[in-house]
């Protein structure tokens, strides 16, 4: 129960019940400080009896690599572009943001079908989505794959590194991201400065993956990290839902803005309560 009432607030992008460092990880799409402070007090006012630790982290960056499934196609491909990144914004029209919205629940929707629901001829739908993909708006069309189903644990460590100048950080960044068995590397702030997640048959691949990064030089810059299993993922959408709908949130170049970023919220709960661990 209280996982579905968290997956219904609105702007709850990605949900996922988790054990290890944390039991909990909930990720936000908000425009800025002040959405995400009434997110962050409407989430805990559902888990607010439940919480123990929490820990929050803000996106700057992040990089999706492909899916380990294949590693020998895997190495022929070219470095990937698809990521999160501040940048310059791109004015968009009303019909852009319905057929995002379209996109974001099923991406394989064709344009006939979006022409008929978003009341407009298929040479315009086509023509937007067509501007959205060459602006890097829409950054990719990709399968989302059960892993699970294939043998696959998927893994999330959280790393809090000392001070170091960009130049190192940016090597350990390169460092996580040409592991064969990652699958997404996020550089942020918060309780936490760098999110690897990765995919995984069993232990021993997850402690050979360990092994690469801690007995390297980078060793001594990581300051503590925090390991976690994925156990079910309840809600994966990156856009938010009703953006166009909800009259708060008509003002559509408050979203466009470099400001909004994704915000991941870590949390334990206590253990004597095991519906969060059920799902």
């Not at 123990?52 to 190495?75: A, N």
Request: glycine residues 4%.
């Amino acid at each position: 129960e209280l996982i579905e009432r968290v997956a219904r607030v609105p702007h709850v992008n990605w949900l996922c019940t988790t054990t290890g460092g944390y039991d909990l990880i909930i990720g936000v799409n908000a425009a800025d400080m002040e959405q995400f402070q009434f997110l962050f007090s409407q989430i805990t006012s559902i888990l607010e009896h439940e919480i123990v630790d929490d820990g929050l982290f803000i996106c700057l960056d992040s990089w999706q690599m492909p899916y380990p499934v294949l590693p020998d196609i895997r190495r022929t491909l070219p470095p990937p572009d698809v990521g999160i990144k501040l940048c310059e914004t791109v004015k968009l029209q009303q019909i852009d943001y319905r057929i995002i919205q379209e996109l974001a629940g099923n991406a394989r929707v064709t344009n006939n079908e979006l022409a008929r629901k978003l009341k407009a001829s298929v040479s315009t739908i086509a023509y937007r989505i067509d501007y959205l993909t060459k602006n890097k708006i829409i950054m990719a069309f990709k399968p989302l794959i059960d892993m699970s189903k294939l043998g696959y644990n998927w893994h999330l460590v959280l790393f809090k590194l000392k001070y170091v100048d960009a130049h190192t950080r940016k090597q350990f960044m390169e460092v996580l991201k040409s592991i064969p068995q990652t699958f997404f590397v996020v550089h942020g702030l918060g309780n936490w400065d760098m999110q690897a997640e990765f995919y995984c048959k069993d232990d021993h691949e997850y402690n050979q993956v360990m092994n690469r990064i801690f007995p390297q030089k980078f060793h001594d810059i990581i300051k503590s990290q925090k390991e976690i299993r994925i156990l079910q993922e309840h809600k994966c959408i990156w856009y938010p839902v009703g953006k166009v709908a909800e009259p708060v949130q008509t003002r559509l170049e408050r979203w466009s803005a470099p400001s909004n970023q994704r915000k991941n919220h870590y949390l334990k709960t206590k253990p004597i309560k095991n519906e969060l661990r059920r799902g």
